[in-house]
C-alpha cells in the first residue's frame, strides 16, 4: 500500500481552464453548436455533455428518434473533449491559456460506433473518457444515454494529438 506522501494529487482545473473549453467547444465548433452540444463537466479523468432533443435533430420522423449521425458526431467531439482535458491535465505547469493553445493539430482519425437502442427522448447525455494519451495518438471510450441513464450508444476512436 502507498504511503499518504507518494499519492498524487487530484488535478482540479482553473475556471479560465474550464471556460476556454467551453469557448472552444460551444462556441468556435459551430458544429456543435448545430448540435447544441453543451459541456457539463470536464475532469482530467472523464468529461459529460448534453444534447436537447429537437425538431432539426430527428432522424426519424414516425418515432421521432434522434438521427444516428448527431449520435456519432456527439460521441465523436466528446472523445475529442476528452482528450483535451487529458492534455491539459498532463500539462498543468503551463497557464491555462498555454494549455488551451496545445489543441491545434487534434484530430480524428478512427471513430466506431455501436448503436444499441433508440435514441428517443427530450435530452441525452454524453460521457468521453482517454484510454491511452500516447505522444502522438489518444485512444477514447463513449457513451450516448437517455436522460435516464439507459445507454443507448457507445463508441471509441482515436486522435492525433501531435
Known amino acids: 500500500m502507498k504511503s499518504s506522501s507518494s499519492q498524487k494529487t487530484p488535478v482540479e482545473f482553473e475556471p479560465e481552464f474550464i471556460e476556454g473549453l467551453r469557448q472552444v467547444f460551444e462556441r468556435q465548433i459551430a458544429f456543435n453548436q448545430l448540435l447544441g452540444l453543451r459541456i457539463t463537466e470536464v475532469r482530467p479523468e472523464h468529461v459529460e455533455g448534453r444534447i436537447v432533443m429537437r425538431p432539426e435533430l430527428i432522424g426519424h420522423a414516425a418515432y421521432q428518434r434522434i438521427h ?3 449520435i456519432s458526431a456527439g460521441l465523436d467531439s466528446m472523445g475529442g473533449l ?4 487529458a492534455i491539459g491535465a498532463k500539462h498543468m505547469d503551463d497557464q491555462p491559456l498555454q494549455r488551451l493553445l496545445r489543441f491545434s493539430r487534434l484530430g480524428t482519425i478512427d471513430l466506431r460506433v455501436d448503436y444499441l437502442r433508440p435514441g428517443i427522448g427530450a435530452e441525452f447525455i454524453l460521457r468521453a473518457e482517454v484510454l491511452r494519451l500516447g505522444s502522438r495518438v489518444a485512444n477514447t471510450r463513449m457513451e450516448f444515454l437517455g436522460a435516464d ?12 494529438v501531435s
Not at 476528452?82 to 482535458?85: D, L, N, P, Q, T
Not at 463508441?155 to 492525433?160: E, L, R
Open 68 to 70: 444516428g449521425g448527431v
Open 149 to 160: 441513464g439507459q445507454l443507448l450508444s457507445t463508441g471509441t476512436a482515436a486522435y492525433i
Open 82 to 85: 476528452a482528450v483535451m482535458a
